[in-house]
T-cell receptor, first 113, second 114 residues
Framework: QKEVEQDPGPLSVPEGAIVSLNCTYS??????FMWYRQYSRKGPELLMY????GNKEDGRFTAQVDKSSKYISLFIRDSQPSDSATYLC?????????????FGRGTSLIVHP | DTEVTQTPKHLVMGMTNKKSLKCEQH?????MYWYKQKAKKPPELMFV???????INESVPSRFSPECPNSSLLNLHLHALQPEDSALYLC?????????????FGQGTRLTVV
């Protein structure tokens, strides 16, 4: 079992839809949770960062963490074609004196006009 | 400013060449990372520097040699690479173990070994 599980998709939705992206994890040592957006052949761009269970909202994006279920989600409201990208969840635990992000395999999102 | 700058953006090298990838950040971050990413795969950790000292080496072959000359710079020296080493090499930084830990990534160096 991988430490971080994420459905690779692709997930195809119409413009304006609410998108739900999810990851599960198995290691209770993960303390910090991040969502990245990666366009083709570019570096990952940090979208959301949280460290506690509950919801965190930033514009059209809402990150949700449920530590008891080891489950995190990213919701995108009013999705746009420009949101089409790969969304990577990442979570960090302390190792060797540093917090190390471990990534899910990414979900490919396609928002069609 | 949350920028991590990587140079060059693209690199083509032969198997007998020696080249270096460079990464720079001016956010005062004390942890810096090298990741390798193959197409349609997540980034895989290679090295971590914490306070300019190598803290993690994920069993990376010796043909990859990291260096951290100061707190703002991170290099990856390449020698005698194989075609299967072709990938996107990503540098990242974060504040460090005692503070906020979100990691910021550069745009990567797309490496092709011929």
């Amino acid at each position: 079992q991988k430490e971080v599980e994420q459905d690779p998709g692709p997930l195809s939705v119409p413009e304006g839809a609410i998108v739900s992206l999810n990851c599960t994890y198995s290691n209770s040592a993960f303390q910090y949770f991040m969502w990245y957006r990666q366009y083709s052949r570019k570096g990952p761009e940090l979208l959301m960062y949280t460290y506690s269970s509950g919801n965190k909202e930033d514009g059209r994006f809402t990150a949700q963490v449920d530590k008891s279920s080891k489950y995190i989600s990213l919701f995108i409201r009013d999705s746009q074609p420009s949101d089409s990208a790969t969304y990577l969840c990442a979570m960090s635990r302390l190792s060797g004196g540093s917090y190390i992000p471990t990534f899910g395999r990414g979900t490919s999102l396609i928002v069609h006009p | 400013d949350t920028e991590v700058t990587q140079t060059p953006k693209h690199l083509v090298m032969g198997m007998t060449n020696k080249k270096s990838l460079k990464c720079e950040q001016h956010m005062g971050h004390r942890a810096m990372y090298w990741y390798k990413q193959k197409a349609k795969k997540p980034p895989e950790l290679m090295f971590v520097y914490s306070y300019e000292k190598l803290s993690i080496n994920e069993s990376v072959p010796s043909r990859f040699s990291p260096e951290c000359p100061n707190s703002s710079l991170l290099n990856l020296h390449l020698h005698a690479l194989q075609p299967e080493d072709s990938a996107l090499y990503l540098c990242a930084s974060s504040q460090g173990p005692s503070a906020n830990t979100e990691a910021f990534f550069g745009q990567g160096t797309r490496l092709t070994v011929v």
